[in-house]
């Protein structure tokens, strides 16, 4: 495409369709992006010393550069857990309650794997962690002992103030 000036894949994709139906040249797209496509051309003269130019790719070649397709997944990083087995692995790894992991699974599952906000998750290990962290915070504020009587002054403001001394 560039020795050819072309800017676009689209002007390239056309110009290979006219001269394919003009028939000088009969075109093989290949729909995978790692594979070329195949192009089969008459050859018009013989000569015992043609050489072939650099820049033609060799047979098996790949022909669309690699940074363009990167499919390597960072398996230590993924959005979504693969299934609940993974995710109850990953709760007895750090010893949580498989319960929690269960709950954990459902929840984010229902949620379509988004945050409260909407926004996707994008490390579900780390919302993990936060889920049970949460889960341990709820836990230990609903266990505090609670004597039925609640001091409505002392509630806002954890200072020992002696109300009982006049100003």
């Not at 290949?30 to 000569?47: E, L």
């Not at 397709?69 to 693969?82: D, M, Q, S, V």
């Amino acid at each position: 495409m560039e020795k050819a000036k072309f800017k676009s894949k689209t002007t390239y994709h056309n110009y290979i369709k006219d001269l394919n139906d003009w028939g000088y040249f009969r075109y093989y797209p290949s729909y995978h992006p790692a594979r070329g496509s195949k192009v089969q051309m008459t050859i018009f003269f013989i000569s015992d010393g043609q050489k072939l130019a650099n820049c033609v790719p060799e047979p098996g070649q790949n022909l669309v550069p690699s940074y363009k397709h990167k499919t390597i997944e960072n398996l230590n990083k993924l959005a979504r857990p693969n299934n609940e087995l993974v995710v109850l692995n990953f709760f007895k790894e750090n010893n949580w309650p498989v319960v929690e992991g269960k709950k954990f699974y459902a929840y984010y599952k229902a949620r379509d794997w988004e945050l409260s906000r909407g926004l996707k998750i994008k490390n579900w290990k780390t919302a993990a962690s936060n889920f049970v962290e949460k889960g341990i915070k709820i836990k230990e504020e609903s266990t505090r002992p609670n004597s039925g009587q609640q001091d409505n002054l002392r509630k806002c403001d954890n200072r020992n103030k002696d109300y009982g001394m006049p100003l």
